[in-house]
Nanobody, 117 residues
Framework: QVQLAESGGGMVQSGGSLRLSCAAS????????LGWFRRAPGKEREFVAT??????HYADSVKGRFTISRDNAKNTVYLQMNSLKPEDTAVYYC????????????WGQGTQVTVSS
């Protein structure tokens, strides 16, 4: 069974930076699609970024500010978040899915990111 554990959340002022990490255990995820999603208070969970073995994709709202990366040797995916805005405040979740599946099979427990103005 795959387990995902996020870390790196916290409180930061507008314009600041945070780096989230998501460490996987139970299976090597080097061939999986890994993604970051977030849920703001009172809103639905939304896509933030995803990374495959060869490409990355971002939501328009974070493009140019966030960078997703992966370290297969550490079985970890990262989300570098720069120029943070109050509207980035949310619980951030990482997910993993097989490249042949459309639905994410595994999810972490989430990490809170709070951006103050």
């Amino acid at each position: 069974q795959v387990q995902l554990a996020e870390s790196g959340g916290g409180m930061v002022q507008s314009g600041g930076s945070l780096r989230l990490s998501c460490a996987a255990s139970g299976r090597t995820l080097s061939s999986y699609v890994l993604g970051w999603f977030r849920r703001a208070p009172g809103k639905e969970r939304e896509f933030v970024a995803t990374i495959t073995v060869s490409s990355t994709h971002y939501a328009d709202s974070v493009k140019g500010r966030f960078t997703i990366s992966r370290d297969n040797a550490k079985n970890t995916v990262y989300l570098q978040m720069n120029s943070l805005k109050p509207e980035d405040t949310a619980v951030y979740y990482c997910g993993a899915r097989r490249s042949t599946e459309a639905k994410y099979q595994y999810w972490g427990q989430g990490t809170q990111v709070t951006v103050s103005s």
